[in-house]
Each structure stands twice: as C-alpha cells, then as structure tokens.
C-alpha cells in the first residue's frame, strides 16, 4: 500500500516561527498576491508588517534591533512566504541576505550603528550591483571600473557602472556597488586596488535607478544601476581600509545567498507540488482505483517525495554550517545548482501527472 507521509520538524523555535509567518503568509500576502504580481508598485504595507514582525532582521544580532535566530529560520521564513507568493518571498530573501550580509559581516562601526537597525525594521531596503551585461555575476570578468583620482585636493573614486538584473534594485534606497579599482597614480596609501565594494544610498548624484523589469510577469522588482559619479573612500564597504577586499566580501555574500534564498524558493515549490500531488493522487480515481495504487504513478511521485526531502536536508545542512560562521562558496554554489534542478524536476512531475490525467478524463468524456 502507497502511503507517503512527509514531516519536516526542524525543533520548536523553527516550528514556532513557521506557524507564525505562515498564518502571515496566509492572512495577509496571498490575499494581496494577485494584486503584486500585476503591479510594478512595491508592497509597501506588506514590508512594513514584515518589519514589525521582526522577519527584516531575523540574522541581525539583537544589538542592532534584530531577533537573531539565525540562516535556517531566514530559511524557513523564505519558504512560507514564497509559497503565499513568490515574488515577495524572492524580495525578502534578497533583502535578509545578499544584502545585509555585507554590512553585518564586513561593515565598519559607524557603518553598522547606521544601517543595521533601518535594515533590521524594514526603513532600507538594499540591493546588490554586482551582475553586469558582460560579465555575468562573475567579479574576476569585465566588472565594471573605478579608479582613484583627486579633485579639489581630496582623493575621490570615480565610477562608471552599468549593471542589470539586480534584484529590489527600482525600490532599493540602499545600495552595495561592486567594482574593480584602479590607482595608476598611487594616490591611494600601500598602493590599494582591486575588487572593493561601496555603499550607497538612493539619490546619490549621478546614480541612476530609474528601469523597472518584471521579469516572467512574476512581479518582483528588478532593474539596472547605471551612472558615473564621484564617491569618497569612506563609502566603501568597511572604510578606506578595506578598498581591495571586495573579492572576500562576495564570496561571503554569495555563499550565504547561493545557500538560502533559491534553496529555499525550491523547497517552497517542492512541498507545495509535493504535497498537493500526494492528496490528489489518494482521492482521484481511474479505472476504478485511486491513482496512488498505480506503479506508474508511485514511480513519479516517490522520485517527489525523494528530491523534496534532499532539498530539505541540504537546507539545513548548508544553513548550519553558515550560521556556525563559516562561509562555504563552494557549497553553497552546488546548492544553488542542485536544488533549482531538483526543484524543477519536481514541478515537472507534478504538472505531468496532473495534466496527464486531466487529458485523460477528458479524452474518457
């Protein structure tokens, strides 16, 4: 007999804060959900509720006005609202990691004491310009440029980016700016150079943000960053000092972005697929017998059940090792990879069977 039970228990607090941001989820996003994924408006109501909530700053340490529970409950809370909807689940997920990551782990004093608390409730809302036309979201390609020069006596660097598909970018009031230094003049102390990442805030002169995408009319925002403009050494991510330690910033950021936010939309995606199949498989019949006792049937969605779980597991592997402060690149790129494949194979078996068997009555008919 075919039974499939599928329990995904990850300890009280995790329990607890999933029941909370799925009644969330449930009450006060999915009823919206249409209208966000028809409008290029920002959810505003929606992302404040969240802050209120403490979700914006669920890996911020409570210092700086966050709950501190760590990647895996980021995790979780990913999954529950993604599941409501996509696009915002996306949105946050963006929002919890790739860009607070930078700040939280590699941003100065004053830095922290400034950013951390508005990122915590939901006041900033962040990006990260790393992807370009050209070179991908790959930093070691043609990123684009800055170089160090002076005007008015003061040393300046001058940029010129151009960059796309950057996720909350339309919305962000708050921006991390990735590019590659120059100083052919050595104006810099210990000649500095290389990979470096600034921060900046919306508005700044010769910054612009003004392209709204939709991608695949899923109704989460995304743009360019576009613009040359002049910023100070300070702006930086980290200070002067940290000017050419870009590279070690990205894979920090990355591998905790790589490890959460599309890990966790596929988890979301498998469950709700998984679970929906396995109702419906018990109660609908052909040939007068319920679906589930169909070899064929079980073969596909055994081979569900198989990835979901695996997605699952890699999830809270992967979140324990990033909340144990390490930073596994490798990783959290192989995550990135198996779990949107296996998430799609998922889909894929659940659409299969479905609108197989939906032909099939039809054809019956």
């Known amino acids: 007999m075919f039974n499939a039970t599928m329990d995904f228990g990850l300890g009280e607090d995790i329990d607890a804060l999933r029941e909370t941001v799925r009644k969330f989820a449930l009450e006060e996003i999915a009823p919206k959900s249409a209208e966000v994924d028809r409008s290029n408006d920002f959810p505003m109501e929606l992302w404040e509720m969240m802050g209120n909530l403490g979700l914006h700053g669920i890996t911020i340490s409570e210092e700086f006005g ?18 409501a909807n996509a696009a915002i689940g996306m949105s946050y997920g963006a929002h919890s990691n790739l860009c607070i990551n930078q700040i939280y782990r590699w941003g100065n004093e004053q830095q922290k004491n400034k950013y951390l608390p508005g990122l915590s409730n939901g006041h900033y809302i962040p990006c990260f310009g790393l992807t370009g036309p050209t070179n991908g979201s790959d930093a070691t390609g043609s990123i ?19 960059k796309r598909y950057i996720t909350l970018a339309p919305v962000a009031n708050l921006m991390g700016i990735a590019f590659n230094l120059k100083d052919p003049k050595n104006l810099l ?65 990355l591998s905790a972005g790589r490890g959460i936010s599309l890990p966790a939309t596929a988890n979301a995606s498998s469950k709700v697929s998984t679970f929906g199949i396995l109702n419906y498989i018990k109660v609908r019949e052909q040939f007068k017998m319920p679906l589930s006792e169909m070899e064929a049937i079980q073969e596909k969605v055994n081979k569900m059940v198989l990835d979901t779980w695996i997605i699952q597991s890699s ?51």
Request: charged content about 25%; overall charge negative.
């Open 144 to 162: 684009d440029e800055g170089e160090v020069v002076e005007v008015d006596g003061k040393i300046k660097i001058k940029i010129k980016v151009n």
């Open 66 to 83: 966050g709950v501190d529970m760590g990647y895996l409950a980021h995790c979780v809370a990913v999954e529950e609202i993604s599941r």
């Open 315 to 365: 999830i809270e592997l992967t979140n324990t090792i990033l909340d144990a402060g390490n930073s596994p690149a490798v990783l959290s790129a192989i995550m990135k990879q198996q779990t949107t494949e296996r998430g799609r194979e998922v889909l894929n078996h659940a659409c299969l069977l479905y609108t197989s068997d939906a032909a099939d009555e039809e054809d019956s008919v």
């Open 189 to 253: 102390e210990n000649n500095k150079s290389g990979v470096t990442l600034a921060l900046l805030e919306r508005n700044h002169e010769g910054l612009i943000q003004d392209t709204y995408h939709n991608p695949l009319n899923a109704g989460f925002p995304n743009g360019t960053i576009k613009g040359e403009f002049l910023i100070e050494p300070e702006e930086v991510i980290g200070g002067s000092e940290c000017i050419g330690e870009g590279w070690k910033m990205l894979m920090d950021c």
